[in-house]
Protein backbone atom coordinates (compact mmCIF):
# COMPACT_ATOMS: atom_id res chain seq x y z
CA UNK A 1 0.00 0.00 0.00
CA UNK A 2 0.48 3.60 -0.25
CA UNK A 3 0.21 6.22 2.26
CA UNK A 4 -2.26 8.60 1.61
CA UNK A 5 -1.28 12.20 0.34
CA UNK A 6 0.58 14.58 3.08
CA UNK A 7 1.77 17.94 2.65
CA UNK A 8 6.11 17.66 3.47
CA UNK A 9 7.87 20.44 5.29
CA UNK A 10 11.57 20.33 6.06
CA UNK A 11 12.84 22.67 7.90
CA UNK A 12 16.43 24.18 7.92
CA UNK A 13 16.33 24.91 12.69
CA UNK A 14 15.14 23.24 15.52
CA UNK A 15 13.14 27.07 16.27
CA UNK A 16 11.49 26.48 12.89
CA UNK A 17 10.63 22.69 13.44
CA UNK A 18 9.17 23.51 16.73
CA UNK A 19 7.19 26.43 15.25
CA UNK A 20 5.54 24.24 12.65
CA UNK A 21 4.61 21.65 14.89
CA UNK A 22 2.86 24.14 17.70
CA UNK A 23 1.03 25.40 14.17
CA UNK A 24 0.36 22.45 12.54
CA UNK A 25 -1.24 20.53 15.63
CA UNK A 26 -2.14 16.91 16.29
CA UNK A 27 -2.69 16.34 12.29
CA UNK A 28 1.47 16.85 12.06
CA UNK A 29 3.89 14.16 12.66
CA UNK A 30 7.64 14.44 12.96
CA UNK A 31 9.94 12.14 11.23
CA UNK A 32 13.53 11.39 12.04
CA UNK A 33 14.93 7.55 10.45
CA UNK A 34 11.39 6.81 9.26
CA UNK A 35 11.64 3.23 10.19
CA UNK A 36 8.15 3.31 11.80
CA UNK A 37 6.53 6.38 10.92
CA UNK A 38 6.62 5.43 7.20
CA UNK A 39 5.91 1.33 7.56
CA UNK A 40 2.88 2.59 9.75
CA UNK A 41 1.64 5.45 6.97
CA UNK A 42 2.03 2.25 3.94
CA UNK A 43 -0.61 0.16 6.07
CA UNK A 44 -2.27 3.31 6.77
CA UNK A 45 -2.33 3.03 10.41
CA UNK A 46 -1.43 6.22 10.11
CA UNK A 47 -2.48 9.07 7.78
CA UNK A 48 -1.02 12.35 9.29
CA UNK A 49 -2.03 15.67 7.18
CA UNK A 50 1.76 17.27 7.78
CA UNK A 51 5.13 15.64 7.74
CA UNK A 52 7.99 17.93 10.05
CA UNK A 53 10.99 16.23 8.53
CA UNK A 54 13.68 17.24 10.83
CA UNK A 55 16.17 15.16 8.72
CA UNK A 56 18.05 18.45 7.90
CA UNK A 57 18.61 20.35 10.81
CA UNK A 58 22.22 20.47 11.32
CA UNK A 59 23.99 19.53 14.91
CA UNK A 60 21.55 16.82 15.68
CA UNK A 61 23.54 13.85 15.14
CA UNK A 62 26.18 13.66 17.87
CA UNK A 63 27.44 10.82 20.47
CA UNK A 64 29.42 13.38 23.13
CA UNK A 65 30.51 13.35 26.55
CA UNK A 66 29.42 16.32 28.93
CA UNK A 67 29.40 16.78 32.84
CA UNK A 68 29.43 12.71 33.72
CA UNK A 69 26.82 11.83 31.28
CA UNK A 70 27.02 10.44 27.47
CA UNK A 71 25.04 12.42 25.18
CA UNK A 72 22.99 11.21 22.25
CA UNK A 73 21.56 13.53 19.92
CA UNK A 74 18.23 13.58 17.56
CA UNK A 75 19.76 12.54 14.77
CA UNK A 76 21.77 9.83 16.32
CA UNK A 77 21.47 6.36 14.00
CA UNK A 78 21.45 2.76 15.30
CA UNK A 79 24.70 1.91 13.32
CA UNK A 80 26.32 4.76 14.90
CA UNK A 81 25.80 3.67 18.42
CA UNK A 82 27.39 0.51 16.97
CA UNK A 83 30.20 2.04 16.18
CA UNK A 84 31.49 4.02 18.59
CA UNK A 85 34.30 3.25 20.68
CA UNK A 86 33.52 5.69 23.58
CA UNK A 87 30.09 3.29 23.56
CA UNK A 88 31.78 -0.11 22.96
CA UNK A 89 33.88 1.05 26.13
CA UNK A 90 31.87 2.54 29.16
CA UNK A 91 28.43 0.92 28.04
CA UNK A 92 28.37 -2.59 26.42
CA UNK A 93 24.98 -2.53 27.31
CA UNK A 94 23.87 0.12 24.27
CA UNK A 95 25.96 -1.92 21.86
CA UNK A 96 24.17 -4.78 23.15
CA UNK A 97 20.98 -3.23 22.09
CA UNK A 98 22.13 -1.37 18.98
CA UNK A 99 23.37 -4.79 17.54
CA UNK A 100 19.91 -6.54 17.88
CA UNK A 101 17.77 -4.06 16.41
CA UNK A 102 16.28 -4.94 12.79
CA UNK A 103 19.01 -5.41 10.73
CA UNK A 104 21.88 -3.32 8.95
CA UNK A 105 19.69 -1.32 6.31
CA UNK A 106 17.09 -0.17 9.22
CA UNK A 107 19.88 0.45 11.53
CA UNK A 108 21.55 2.70 9.06
CA UNK A 109 18.31 5.10 9.64
CA UNK A 110 16.16 4.50 12.43
CA UNK A 111 17.54 6.92 15.24
CA UNK A 112 18.22 6.01 18.94
CA UNK A 113 16.04 9.05 19.94
CA UNK A 114 12.64 8.23 17.92
CA UNK A 115 13.21 4.34 19.14
CA UNK A 116 12.05 6.09 22.79
CA UNK A 117 9.87 8.58 21.20
CA UNK A 118 7.71 5.80 19.09
CA UNK A 119 6.58 4.65 22.60
CA UNK A 120 6.67 0.63 21.32
CA UNK A 121 7.20 -1.61 24.16
CA UNK A 122 8.58 -3.66 21.52
CA UNK A 123 10.94 -1.96 21.05
CA UNK A 124 14.57 -2.27 22.67
CA UNK A 125 15.88 0.68 23.82
CA UNK A 126 13.54 1.47 26.16
CA UNK A 127 14.56 -1.17 28.42
CA UNK A 128 18.18 -0.41 28.05
CA UNK A 129 17.30 3.72 29.11
CA UNK A 130 14.90 2.52 32.04
CA UNK A 131 18.26 -0.29 33.24
CA UNK A 132 20.73 2.65 32.86
CA UNK A 133 18.87 5.63 34.58
CA UNK A 134 18.80 7.49 31.43
CA UNK A 135 16.88 11.00 30.75
CA UNK A 136 15.13 12.69 27.90
CA UNK A 137 15.65 16.20 26.64
CA UNK A 138 12.43 17.09 25.21
CA UNK A 139 12.56 21.24 23.61
CA UNK A 140 9.70 22.94 22.47
CA UNK A 141 8.42 26.28 22.22
CA UNK A 142 8.82 27.36 25.82
CA UNK A 143 12.81 25.63 25.76
CA UNK A 144 14.03 22.38 26.72
CA UNK A 145 12.62 20.09 29.46
CA UNK A 146 14.55 17.20 31.04
CA UNK A 147 11.98 14.10 31.76
CA UNK A 148 13.13 10.85 33.70
CA UNK A 149 12.88 7.66 31.65
CA UNK A 150 11.43 6.29 34.45
CA UNK A 151 8.15 8.86 33.94
CA UNK A 152 8.38 8.62 29.73
CA UNK A 153 6.41 5.75 29.05
CA UNK A 154 2.78 6.51 30.59
CA UNK A 155 1.16 3.98 27.95
CA UNK A 156 1.03 1.71 25.30
CA UNK A 157 2.37 3.83 22.32
CA UNK A 158 1.87 7.04 24.39
CA UNK A 159 5.22 8.99 25.51
CA UNK A 160 5.14 12.26 28.13
CA UNK A 161 6.30 14.58 24.77
CA UNK A 162 3.76 16.99 24.24
CA UNK A 163 2.84 17.23 20.62
CA UNK A 164 4.65 20.27 19.81
CA UNK A 165 8.26 19.09 21.52
CA UNK A 166 10.43 17.29 19.71
CA UNK A 167 12.93 14.55 21.43
CA UNK A 168 16.49 16.20 20.77
CA UNK A 169 18.91 14.58 23.19
CA UNK A 170 19.07 11.55 25.46
CA UNK A 171 21.44 11.95 28.49
CA UNK A 172 23.01 8.71 30.22
CA UNK A 173 25.41 9.33 33.60
CA UNK A 174 28.68 7.52 32.85
CA UNK A 175 28.54 4.47 35.56
CA UNK A 176 31.19 4.32 38.01
CA UNK A 177 34.18 1.43 37.75
CA UNK A 178 32.84 -1.83 38.88
CA UNK A 179 30.10 -1.22 36.70
CA UNK A 180 28.54 -4.02 34.33
CA UNK A 181 25.64 -4.36 31.70
CA UNK A 182 23.99 -6.51 29.29
CA UNK A 183 20.77 -6.83 26.87
CA UNK A 184 19.40 -10.31 25.82
CA UNK A 185 16.79 -10.24 23.72
CA UNK A 186 15.05 -13.50 22.13
CA UNK A 187 13.67 -12.92 18.62
CA UNK A 188 12.02 -15.62 16.50
CA UNK A 189 14.33 -15.01 13.63
CA UNK A 190 16.99 -12.73 13.29
CA UNK A 191 15.48 -8.69 12.65
CA UNK A 192 12.14 -9.43 14.61
CA UNK A 193 10.95 -7.92 17.29
CA UNK A 194 11.26 -9.29 20.81
CA UNK A 195 9.67 -12.01 22.35
CA UNK A 196 11.04 -10.50 25.02
CA UNK A 197 13.89 -9.14 26.08
CA UNK A 198 15.83 -8.37 29.22
CA UNK A 199 18.39 -5.19 30.56
CA UNK A 200 20.99 -5.22 33.53
CA UNK A 201 23.36 -2.84 34.45
CA UNK A 202 24.44 -3.28 37.66
CA UNK A 203 27.88 -1.64 39.88
CA UNK A 204 30.06 -3.12 42.54
CA UNK A 205 31.43 -1.87 45.91
CA UNK A 206 35.11 -2.61 46.64
CA UNK A 207 34.36 -5.91 48.76
CA UNK A 208 31.61 -7.17 45.58
CA UNK A 209 28.27 -6.31 46.89
CA UNK A 210 26.26 -4.70 44.53
CA UNK A 211 25.29 -1.20 45.20
CA UNK A 212 23.58 -0.37 42.60
CA UNK A 213 21.10 -2.04 39.96
CA UNK A 214 18.94 -1.19 36.73
CA UNK A 215 16.54 -3.49 35.44
CA UNK A 216 14.97 -3.04 32.19
CA UNK A 217 12.08 -5.61 30.34
CA UNK A 218 11.29 -5.61 26.85
CA UNK A 219 7.68 -6.71 25.06
CA UNK A 220 6.31 -8.56 28.27
CA UNK A 221 3.59 -5.15 28.96
CA UNK A 222 1.57 -2.19 27.79
CA UNK A 223 4.86 -0.61 28.71
CA UNK A 224 8.30 -1.16 28.87
CA UNK A 225 8.47 -2.41 32.89
CA UNK A 226 11.18 -1.37 35.08
CA UNK A 227 12.29 -4.30 37.42
CA UNK A 228 12.31 -2.32 40.53
CA UNK A 229 11.35 -4.93 43.25
CA UNK A 230 14.15 -7.51 41.48
CA UNK A 231 16.45 -3.93 41.55
CA UNK A 232 15.52 -3.71 45.07
CA UNK A 233 16.24 -7.18 46.00
CA UNK A 234 19.89 -7.35 44.55
CA UNK A 235 20.76 -4.02 46.57
CA UNK A 236 23.38 -4.78 49.63
CA UNK A 237 24.22 -8.49 48.28
CA UNK A 238 26.72 -10.32 46.46
CA UNK A 239 25.74 -11.41 42.98
CA UNK A 240 25.94 -15.51 43.57
CA UNK A 241 23.68 -18.16 41.64
CA UNK A 242 21.31 -18.03 44.17
CA UNK A 243 20.58 -14.25 44.43
CA UNK A 244 20.83 -14.09 40.75
CA UNK A 245 18.10 -16.65 40.32
CA UNK A 246 15.55 -15.07 42.98
CA UNK A 247 16.43 -11.98 41.23
CA UNK A 248 15.34 -13.45 37.88
CA UNK A 249 12.01 -14.93 39.64
CA UNK A 250 11.26 -11.78 40.75
CA UNK A 251 11.88 -9.97 37.59
CA UNK A 252 9.70 -12.60 35.66
CA UNK A 253 6.71 -11.85 37.99
CA UNK A 254 6.92 -7.85 37.40
CA UNK A 255 6.19 -8.75 34.05
CA UNK A 256 2.70 -8.72 32.58
CA UNK A 257 3.13 -10.76 29.16
CA UNK A 258 -0.20 -11.15 26.73
CA UNK A 259 -0.57 -14.33 24.55
CA UNK A 260 0.06 -13.59 21.03
CA UNK A 261 1.95 -15.25 18.28
CA UNK A 262 5.41 -14.97 19.78
CA UNK A 263 4.09 -17.01 22.32
CA UNK A 264 2.32 -17.51 25.20
CA UNK A 265 2.08 -15.55 28.25
CA UNK A 266 3.69 -18.12 30.55
CA UNK A 267 6.37 -19.14 28.05
CA UNK A 268 7.08 -15.25 28.04
CA UNK A 269 7.21 -14.93 31.83
CA UNK A 270 9.70 -17.76 32.01
CA UNK A 271 11.82 -16.42 29.20
CA UNK A 272 11.75 -13.24 31.31
CA UNK A 273 13.37 -15.30 34.22
CA UNK A 274 15.80 -16.79 32.27
CA UNK A 275 16.67 -14.07 30.05
CA UNK A 276 17.24 -12.01 33.66
CA UNK A 277 19.84 -14.57 35.04
CA UNK A 278 21.71 -14.85 32.00
CA UNK A 279 21.85 -10.98 31.25
CA UNK A 280 22.87 -10.66 35.28
CA UNK A 281 25.48 -12.84 34.90
CA UNK A 282 27.14 -11.30 32.17
CA UNK A 283 26.50 -8.27 33.90
CA UNK A 284 28.47 -8.91 37.09
CA UNK A 285 31.56 -10.79 34.47
CA UNK A 286 31.68 -7.14 32.90
CA UNK A 287 31.50 -5.17 36.03
CA UNK A 288 34.64 -7.55 37.30
CA UNK A 289 36.11 -6.58 33.85
CA UNK A 290 35.28 -9.51 31.91
CA UNK A 291 33.70 -8.83 28.06
C1 LIG B 1 11.82 -4.27 9.54
C2 LIG B 1 11.93 -3.51 10.83
C3 LIG B 1 12.35 -4.19 11.98
C4 LIG B 1 12.47 -3.50 13.18
N1 LIG B 1 12.92 -4.19 14.28
C5 LIG B 1 13.13 -3.54 15.43
C6 LIG B 1 13.65 -4.21 16.57
O1 LIG B 1 13.96 -5.40 16.54
N2 LIG B 1 13.81 -3.49 17.72
C7 LIG B 1 13.52 -2.15 17.79
O2 LIG B 1 13.73 -1.56 18.84
N3 LIG B 1 13.03 -1.49 16.72
C8 LIG B 1 12.83 -2.14 15.56
N4 LIG B 1 12.34 -1.46 14.47
C9 LIG B 1 11.92 -0.07 14.65
C10 LIG B 1 13.04 0.88 14.34
O3 LIG B 1 14.10 0.75 15.28
C11 LIG B 1 12.46 2.32 14.34
O4 LIG B 1 13.15 3.02 13.45
C12 LIG B 1 12.41 3.11 15.59
O5 LIG B 1 11.55 2.49 16.50
C13 LIG B 1 11.92 4.54 15.34
O6 LIG B 1 12.97 5.36 15.00
P1 LIG B 1 12.92 6.28 13.70
O7 LIG B 1 14.08 7.23 13.83
O8 LIG B 1 12.90 5.44 12.48
O9 LIG B 1 11.57 7.07 13.92
P2 LIG B 1 10.34 7.47 12.91
O10 LIG B 1 9.90 6.26 12.20
O11 LIG B 1 10.84 8.61 12.06
O12 LIG B 1 9.33 7.98 13.95
C14 LIG B 1 8.62 7.09 14.80
C15 LIG B 1 7.68 7.89 15.70
O13 LIG B 1 8.40 8.65 16.66
C16 LIG B 1 8.22 10.07 16.45
N5 LIG B 1 9.56 10.66 16.56
C17 LIG B 1 10.68 10.22 15.95
N6 LIG B 1 11.74 10.93 16.34
C18 LIG B 1 11.28 11.85 17.22
C19 LIG B 1 11.90 12.89 17.98
N7 LIG B 1 13.23 13.11 17.92
N8 LIG B 1 11.12 13.66 18.78
C20 LIG B 1 9.77 13.45 18.86
N9 LIG B 1 9.13 12.48 18.17
C21 LIG B 1 9.88 11.69 17.35
C22 LIG B 1 7.62 10.20 15.06
O14 LIG B 1 6.79 11.34 14.94
C23 LIG B 1 6.82 8.91 14.95
O15 LIG B 1 5.59 9.04 15.61
C24 LIG B 1 12.19 -2.11 13.24
C25 LIG B 1 11.77 -1.43 12.10
C26 LIG B 1 11.65 -2.11 10.91
C27 LIG B 1 11.23 -1.35 9.67
Do not use: W
Not at 133 to 144: C, L
Request: with cysteine; net charge negative; hydrophobic share 40%.
Amino acid sequence: MIPRSFEYFSPRTLEEAIALLQKLGSEAKLLSGGQSLIPMMKLRLVSPEYIVDINRIPGLDYISESDGQLRIGALTREHELESSPVVKTNFPILSDTARVIADPLVRSQATVCGNLAHGDPANDHPATMLALGATVVATGPKGQRQIPIEDFFPGLFTTALKPEEILTEIRIPFPPPQSGGAYLKLERKVGDFATAGVAAQITLDDAGVCNSAGLGLTNVGMTPIKAKQAESYLLGKKLDDATIAQAAEIAASESQPMDDIRGSADYKRDLVRVLTARALATALNRAKGGA
